[in-house]
C-alpha cells in the first residue's frame, strides 16, 4: 500500500500542469464556498449590531398594516397620554415612552445686539423622561427637562451645530427655536446626553438630537391636537416601550395589541378603521435581516459549490486520461503479478490526493481570502451604502462550512477517481500491453 501510494504522487508529479490546473478547480471552489459564507456571517453579525439602537427588549408602537412582515406607520397620530399610562401598567412592559415628533425648520443663538448664529432644520423629539429608559441614553452634563417649562435636553454632538468657530453649547444656554410657522419659541438647555458608545446606523436616524417635554413644544404643535377647541387631546404617533426581558418580548408584544384593540383604548376610537395596531419588536428586525442575508447567502454559496462540482469533474477527466495513456503500463504491472486490487488503488489514491491537497489548501484559501475580502468590504462600505455606519466589521468564520467544504472535497475527490480506477481494474492485460 505504501508503495501504490508513492507510484499515486509519482505519477501526479509527472503531469505537473494537469495536476495543477485539477487541483485548481478544487482550489477555488472550496475557496470560494468559504469565503462567501464567512463573509456572509460577518456581514450579518456587523448589521445585526448597528440595528441594535435600543435595548433588545425593546419596541416600537404604532400603527399600520399587520402580518408577516408587518408595515409600520407612524404618520397617523392616535396614541394619548391614557394609553400610554395603561401600557406602562401591563404585566409584561417594564417602560413606555410616548413619541411626538416636532418638526422644527432652524435653531439660532443670540451671541450680542444683533449678533446671531443660525443652523439648519432639525426633528425633535418630544416625550417623558421614560423615553431615556427606553432608549438606553444617559445624561452627561445637567439634568432632565421638567414638564411644563421652556426646557430641552441636547445630544453631544449638537453642542457644535453652530460652528467650530463658535463657542460650544452647554448646560445654561438659552437658543431659539424656529417653528414652521416662522415663530420663534425660547429654549433653556438644561442636559446634555452622553454620545452612544456603540453608534450605530439606526442610533444616526433614530438618536434623539433634541428632547423635548410635551408641554410647551408638542401641545403648541397643530398637528399634535384632536377633538374641538373646548376639549382638545393631545396625540402620538408613535410610542417606544420596553419588555421586562427578553423572555417575554412576545408576551409584552401580545399585551399591547390586546390593550389597543379593547374598549379601554383611546387609540382604537381615533385610528383608521382600516389600519391595524402593530408592534414592532427588535428581535423581529434582527431576525428578518438576518432571513434575508441568509438567503443571499445561500444563494451565493450555490453558486461557489458549482465550482466544486467542476473541480470534481476535472479530477475524473484527468483520471480517465492518466488511464488511457497509461494503459501499456497498467498491462506490463499486470503482466508482473500486480493485482486488480492494487490497479484500483493506485487511481483511487491519485484521485484521493488530489481531493485532499485541494481540500486543505482551498480551506486555507478560504480562511485567507474571507480576511481580505472583509477588509475590502469595510474599505469600501461607503460607496455600498453605509455612509452612516460606524465601527469594524468582525471576522466571523463559518466553522460549519469549513469543515463541510473541506469534507465534500475530499469525498469530490475520492468519487471522481472510482469510475476510472474501475476501468482501469477491469482491463484484459493482453490487450493492454498491445495498446500503443
Known sequence: ?????????????????????TLLGVIIGIGSVIIVTSAGLSVSSYIEKQWNFFDPTGMVVGTGVSGNPPQLSILSRVFTTNDVDNIGNLTHVKSVAP?????????????????????????????SPDILNVLGLKIEQGVMFQE??????????????????????????????????????????VGILEQPKNFSIIN???????????????????????????????????????????????????????????????????????????????????GRIDQLLGIITMFITAIAMISLIVGGIGIANIMF????????????????????????????????????????????????????????????????????????????????WIVMATFVGIMTGILAGVLPAIKAARMDPVVALRHE
Not at 446671531?116 to 432644520?121: D, H, L, N, Q, Y
Request: charged share 15%.
Open 1 to 21: 500500500m505504501k508503495d501504490i501510494f508513492r507510484m499515486s504522487l509519482h505519477t501526479l508529479r509527472s503531469y505537473k500542469l494537469r495536476s495543477f490546473l
Open 148 to 189: 411644563g417649562k421652556n426646557e430641552i435636553i441636547i445630544a453631544h454632538e449638537m453642542t457644535t451645530i453652530f460652528g467650530a468657530d463658535k463657542p460650544a453649547l452647554t448646560v445654561g444656554d438659552t437658543i431659539y427655536i424656529k417653528k414652521l410657522d416662522g415663530g420663534l419659541v425660547k429654549a433653556k438647555i
Open 99 to 127: 413619541i411626538g415628533l416636532w418638526p422644527v425648520s432652524g435653531l439660532y443663538k443670540r451671541n450680542g445686539f444683533n449678533d446671531w448664529s443660525k443652523s439648519g432644520s432639525q426633528t425633535a423629539y418630544c416625550s
Open 204 to 286: 444616526q436616524f433614530l438618536h434623539p438630537t433634541i428632547i423635548c417635554p410635551i408641554d410647551p413644544y408638542y401641545k403648541g404643535f397643530s398637528g399634535s391636537n384632536i377633538g374641538g377647541i373646548l376639549h382638545k387631546i393631545t396625540v402620538f404617533s408613535a410610542l417606544y416601550a420596553t419588555a421586562t426581558d427578553r423572555n417575554h418580548v412576545t408576551d409584552a408584544q401580545n399585551e399591547i395589541i390586546q390593550y389597543l384593540n379593547s374598549s379601554s383604548s383611546d387609540a382604537i376610537k381615533y385610528k383608521d378603521p382600516q389600519a391595524d395596531f402593530v408592534v414592532l419588536t427588535q428581535q423581529y428586525i434582527i
Open 321 to 400: 486520461a492518466t488511464v488511457t495513456e497509461r494503459t501499456r503500463e497498467i498491462g506490463i504491472m499486470m503482466a508482473v503479478g500486480a493485482k486488480r486490487g492494487d490497479i484500483m488503488r493506485l487511481y483511487l489514491y491519485q484521485s484521493t490526493v488530489i481531493g485532499t491537497i485541494g481540500a486543505i489548501l482551498g480551506a486555507i484559501m478560504g480562511i485567507v481570502g474571507s480576511t481580505f475580502v472583509v477588509q475590502v468590504i469595510q474599505a469600501n462600505l461607503g460607496t455600498l451604502g453605509g455612509t452612516y455606519a460606524v465601527g469594524a466589521i468582525p471576522v466571523k468564520f463559518a466553522y460549519n
